[in-house]
């Protein structure tokens, strides 16, 4: 890639951060482009669908998670690493205002952008969760697909004003819900 392909490409990523933070995965690809200095052709050049940007913006914190998940299942107890697995997936979820709704369709659709992400991010924590059975530590009727919607929910629930104050409440319970004894 040019040096100012590249540029602009760091730019959209940089910007586009920013701006489906503020405003949700619905947000402006016009005033994306517009916030970066570029035009709107040279968004869609980079990335010809919003899944694409999405998943760009994504990718990075979702191959971190399947990286991280390797790193705890080394060094901590099986329930140590799923809890903090799901603590850190549902914070990666919730960084972007209307991922989970995205996030979701994906998993279902491998002609979506975010379906490869979403699918290995799925799979590292469906390995936890498969350790911390093994060591009896968490319910054998709970598989990867429902960690996988849990901590959905527990992200979706992050967005939702109403439920600021309660989502590490409500996260404690869900985990109660899957651990044999906590």
């Known amino acids: 890639m040019r040096a100012d392909a590249r540029k602009n490409y760091d730019q959209l990523l940089v910007v586009a951060a920013e701006v489906v933070a503020e405003e949700g995965a619905d947000a402006s690809l016009r005033d994306i482009a517009r916030r970066a200095g570029v035009g709107l052709g040279t968004l869609y050049r980079h990335f010809p669908t919003r899944d694409a940007l999405l998943e760009a913006l994504l990718r990075t914190g979702f191959d971190e998670l399947t990286t991280r998940a390797a790193e705890l299942e080394a060094v901590s107890t099986p329930e140590d690493a799923l809890v903090s697995w799901l603590r850190e997936f549902v914070a990666c979820a919730d960084a972007y205002q209307g991922v989970t709704d995205l996030m979701a369709a994906a998993i279902e659709d491998p002609g979506?952008?975010?379906?490869?992400?979403?699918?290995?991010?799925?799979?590292?924590?469906a390995r936890l969760l498969a350790h911390a059975q093994g060591a009896d530590a968490a319910r054998a009727d709970v598989d990867g697909a429902d960690l996988y919607a849990l901590g959905g929910a527990l992200a979706w629930i992050g967005d939702q004003p109403a439920f600021a104050g309660r989502t590490d409440h409500l996260f404690e319970i869900v985990v109660r819900g899957i651990l044999t004894d906590r």
Do not use: F
């Open 112 to 125: 979506s952008a975010l379906h490869a992400s979403c699918v290995a991010m799925r799979a590292s924590g």
